[in-house]
């Protein structure tokens, strides 16, 4: 009989040693490390050689990213920004691809890990995705950027007090923590969610009688498997969806 | 009756204070996600609710209907992250 379930510290679900150096120093190579080494090197290779074959009826890699960058340019870009956002195009699709790649680490046999699981990744690419934008602004807008996105106009003046505050905690504050937040916290809960199902099944592998119900919390297993890769895919849409329009708020004064 | 009233007395003396930490920190780490995920849940189902039938009332704009909806599932659902990572704190921390 199963009497209890031994669910593993969370420590062991998320930190890991140091391949090399010691630990908590600057050089420490871990897994983590390395599938951000390895979504920066396949993303690099990708358009690497998909731009060097230049046929005009793509296959191959060519193929693969003619049709995700043109996904991105139609399906991001002009939805949110409109033409004049088309500049911004290589930010947001090597946004994209590192965190698609990082994220379905989450469901490669061997790594069970996506690498966006600590807060580290997730808060880089806000801080990133954060100083960008407020160089946009400060590009498009100049110094009246800041002005613009905490004040906007139309707001009767006996507002003011109460309208600059929210707008600065929500423009300058809340976006990049929200950001980073909404990545870190679906990929952990998808690794949580899948670690749960594989300890179910190894405990009632062992257990006598309620091994009968193991295929149903294996097919579980399975099919929350596909639907991490769903997860993985649409948070790396909506990262790089939120980062267009954040981009796309500063190109112009809202009025 | 007397012998689960003598067993659970017995556990209840073997209980330390960490034990009541741990529940304690168990029990409010799950009314903190399941409050949280109360408001989302119903903003997200009404929203996909509303957009499905916006879509099926004027497919040509499906595509645009499709990205705000992507948006706004994204800004509802940040509460409710907020919420998840209030439980791992709750609980693990």
């Known amino acids: ?255 | 009756m007397s012998i689960l009233a003598q067993a659970a007395a017995t556990a209840a003396e073997g209980l330390q204070k960490a034990d009541y930490q741990a529940i304690n920190g168990a029990t409010n780490a799950g009314l903190a996600y399941g409050l949280a995920a109360i408001g989302p849940g119903i903003g997200i189902g009404y929203l996909v609710g509303q957009s499905v039938q916006a879509m099926a009332r004027q497919p040509e704009a499906a595509g645009m209907v499709r990205t705000t909806m992507f948006l706004g599932i994204a800004f509802t659902e940040a509460l409710a992250l907020i919420g998840f990572v209030v439980f791992i704190l709750l609980k693990f921390v």
């Open chain 1, 1 to 255: 009989m199963i009497l209890g379930l031994e669910f593993p510290p969370i420590q062991n679900l998320v930190e890991w040693p140091n391949w090399f150096g010691p630990e908590g120093s600057w050089y420490g190579f871990n897994k983590i490390a390395f599938i951000n080494v390895v979504a920066l090197v396949v993303t690099s290779l990708l358009f690497f050689i998909a731009g060097r074959s230049k046929s005009l009826v793509p296959k191959g890699a060519q193929n693969l990213v003619e049709s995700s960058v043109d996904f991105i340019r139609e399906g991001i870009v002009l939805e949110t920004m409109g033409p004049e956002g088309i500049k911004y195009l290589p930010y947001l699709v090597s946004l994209f691809f590192f965190i698609l790649i990082t994220n379905i680490f989450e469901v490669i046999p061997f790594f069970h890990m996506p690498a966006n699981a600590r807060m580290a990744g997730p808060a880089v690419l806000a801080l990133f995705t954060w100083a960008f934008y407020i160089a946009v602004g400060l590009k498009h807008q100049g110094p009246k950027y800041f002005i613009n996105a905490v004040a906007p106009s139309g707001v009767p003046k006996a507002l003011l007090p109460l309208v600059i505050p929210i707008e600065f905690l929500s423009t300058f504050i809340v976006r990049p923590f929200s950001l980073a937040v909404r990545l870190f916290a679906n990929m952990l809960a998808g690794h949580i969610l899948l670690v749960t199902f594989s300890v179910l099944c190894i405990t009632l592998f062992t257990a006598s009688l309620l091994a009968i119900v193991l295929p149903l919390s294996f097919a579980m297993l399975v099919g929350l498997t596909g639907f991490e890769i769903m997860v993985a895919f649409l948070q790396a849409y909506i990262f790089t969806i939120l980062a267009a329009v954040y981009i796309g708020s500063s190109l112009h004064a809202e009025h």
